[in-house]
């Protein structure tokens, strides 16, 4: 059997790590690893390769899929797949994996949003930095015996229930797609199960955790924001798209909230937008930069869990290679 032709078309960002993927499949994979490839030389190049790996970045849409004449799998080292046909990779019995290695990542950062918002943080390190000091203005709120609302309760949600409840805090939880798993670890956590509109009415912080989808597309519009208790800090590092982003600054603006942490914006990076530009400016926002999964220990697991993906790919096209 001859190499199989892998193309990593975006960073993984581990150079190590990559480097022991390439030793590892060597004599077997010809691994070619291009870090922010264009979409022309994307398209250009998808028909000589077999396996493609991918980010958020990188589009696999039907002008791609109908370009890789040779393609058997696609991997996204990503935890969503909004970047992926992947209904049309299906009807082309094309191989679809997404590696989820950034759970825990995420998960943490929504509690250190959750934080840095509750009190103040980024405000106060601004003005100090700036010889301005107003500690008397720079009253937060403590998180402890506050109500969290998670709207999604897939790995992530599940995650950020777990550290949520450690640090005290009632967790109520929406779930449009409930399985009997998923009733018994939020049994476990003391989460409990409501209906989105009583989320938002009783929730002191709101956390997003549902992937982008034509439902899930603004689900938190005016309605939703008319329904939150004055107050309410809303925290988003799963989708931009699920927010509508010029309500949340309506609401913000009025003062229905009392803060907002978003790591994810409809627009990446957002500062050509006006209206995300006067969103994150306010003092009352943090903002970070789609930093979900962007740890050491999310990118190297990414990579191993791309090995594994692909040693299971290659062994069981030696296994069809051996059948008579």
């Known amino acids: 059997m001859g190499r199989v032709r892998v193309l990593v078309a975006d960073d993984l960002g581990d150079n190590e790590a990559m480097e022991e993927l390439r030793r590892s499949f060597e004599d077997r994979a010809e691994i070619s690893y291009r870090r922010n490839m264009s979409r022309e030389e994307l398209l250009s ?26 393609l058997k799998l696609v991997i996204t080292a990503t935890h969503g797949s909004d970047h992926i046909d992947h209904h049309y990779l299906s009807r082309k019995g094309i191989d679809f994996r997404c590696v989820a290695e950034q759970a825990n990542a995420v998960s943490e950062l ?12 980024p405000l106060a390190d ?8 107003r500690k008397d203005e720079l009253i937060g709120i403590e998180i402890r015996g506050k109500v969290i609302g998670i709207i999604g309760f897939g790995k992530i949600g599940q995650l950020v229930a777990e550290k949520a409840s450690a640090l005290g805090m009632r967790v109520l939880i929406y779930e449009p797609n409930m ?71 309506e609401y913000l603006e009025k003062g229905k909230l009392g803060g907002v942490a978003i790591d994810v914006y409809s627009v990446q990076p957002p500062f050509g937008k006006a209206q995300l530009r006067r969103l994150i400016s306010d003092d009352r926002v943090v903002a970070t930069q789609h930093i979900g999964g962007q740890t050491r220990e999310a990118r190297r697991g990414t990579i191993k869990a791309v090995m594994d993906l692909l040693e299971e790919f290659l062994r069981s096209k030696e296994v069809s290679l051996q059948r008579p």
């Open 45 to 70: 190049e998808i028909p000589f390769y077999e396996v493609l790996v991918v980010r958020s970045r990188t589009e696999v849409d039907r002008e791609l899929i109908d370009r890789a004449r040779s």
């Open 110 to 121: 929504v509690i250190g949003l959750m934080v840095c918002v509750a009190r103040k943080i």
């Open 126 to 133: 601004k003005l100090s930095k700036g010889g301005d000091w």
């Open 179 to 249: 399985t009997p798993e998923k009733e018994e670890r939020a049994r476990r956590l003391g989460g409990v199960f409501v209906q989105i509109e009583q989320l938002l009415k009783l929730s002191d912080f709101i956390t997003l955790h549902v992937p982008k989808t034509k439902e899930t597309s603004k689900m938190i519009g005016r309605e939703q924001f008319e329904m939150m208790k004055s107050g309410a800090f809303l925290i988003n590092a799963a989708r931009g798209d699920i927010v509508d982003e010029e309500a949340l600054l």
